[in-house]
């Protein structure tokens, strides 16, 4: 039987595979990737380098910044290569303000704030970056693995070199925040803003798919993971829809409308 995790991975594998043989909706990814790496541009509070505690994480405040923006010329010149239009999302439908709207922590800092508040809330920052960079990246390594299928090489390369950034952003991130807070307030940091994100995942997700893509709501119509493993099966990447008792299959009447899902 499938692992539930493999199962997850085999569809997002397929789904990034699909995106990139679509130039107009792979165009539409890389601008997703691309906004929420322009985002520390639209806001007044990301990067709070006069809160920085000492100056090597100022210096790693500095180069991270630089990254990203490195990262928007990457994205811009994969998305013009695609021949797709450079796109500026509304806030709402960027990520990072995705995971913000999860969580009250603020980064803002305060002529009132005293250091220890100020370490406090350059902790959150830290805690929110990490688990979206840990995010984007597990996204990533399933785009890149979609784009060395592409006819188009550029954005393979581009989105293979931003990688290895944000691989690195993802355990810094951890380290600064530890590094900041006594070990018990760092872990509850961190606890805090792991939750903001994974509620933030399906919010994002939903958004992103649920309009118009009629599939992902029929394969919750019936017991997981049913119709999941009948979309599979139908399609080749696994050998039999049947599940462990006590489920079984998916109904007549649920596969048929699969099937016209599927055929769209
Ligand atoms: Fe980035
Ligand atoms: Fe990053």
């Known amino acids: 039987m499938l692992h539930p995790?493999?199962?997850v991975d085999t569809v997002k594998r397929?789904?990034?595979?699909d995106i990139v043989a679509d130039p107009l909706l792979h165009g539409l990814v890389l601008n997703l990737y691309m906004n929420g790496e322009r985002y520390p541009h639209r806001v007044n509070d990301y990067f709070p380098l006069a809160a920085a505690?000492?100056?090597q994480i100022e210096q790693l405040m500095r180069r991270h910044m630089a990254e990203e923006d490195r990262h928007i010329s990457l994205y811009c010149r994969a998305i013009q290569k695609l021949d797709q239009p450079v796109l500026e999302l509304p806030l709402p439908d960027v990520?990072?303000?995705v995971i913000r709207s999860h969580t009250s922590a603020t980064f803002a800092m305060s002529a009132s704030d005293d250091a220890d508040a100020r370490r406090l809330k350059l902790a959150h920052f830290f805690g929110h970056l990490h688990f979206l960079e840990k995010r984007i990246a597990r996204s990533l390594e399933f785009h890149v693995d979609a784009c060395?299928?592409?006819v188009c090489p550029y954005p393979e390369k581009a989105v293979a070199a931003v990688l290895r950034d944000e691989l690195r952003h993802v355990s810094y991130t951890r380290d600064v925040v530890r590094h900041l807070l006594p070990a018990r307030q760092a872990g509850h940091v961190?606890?805090?803003h792991a939750c903001a994100e994974r509620r933030a995942n399906l919010d994002f997700s939903s958004r992103q798919f649920y309009a118009d893509e009629p599939l992902v709501p029929l394969l919750f119509k019936e017991p997981n993971p049913m119709p999941i493993k009948h979309c599979l099966s139908r399609q080749g990447l696994i050998g039999s829809p049947e599940c462990r008792l006590p489920l079984t299959r998916v109904s007549e009447a649920l596969a048929a409308e699969l099937e016209r899902a599927l055929a769209r």
Not at 14 to 17: A, V
């Open 14 to 17: 397929r789904l990034h595979r």
């Open 190 to 192: 961190l606890a805090l």
């Open 148 to 150: 060395a299928h592409a």
């Open 5 to 7: 995790g493999r199962l």
């Open 53 to 55: 505690t000492d100056v």
């Open 95 to 97: 990520y990072n303000e």
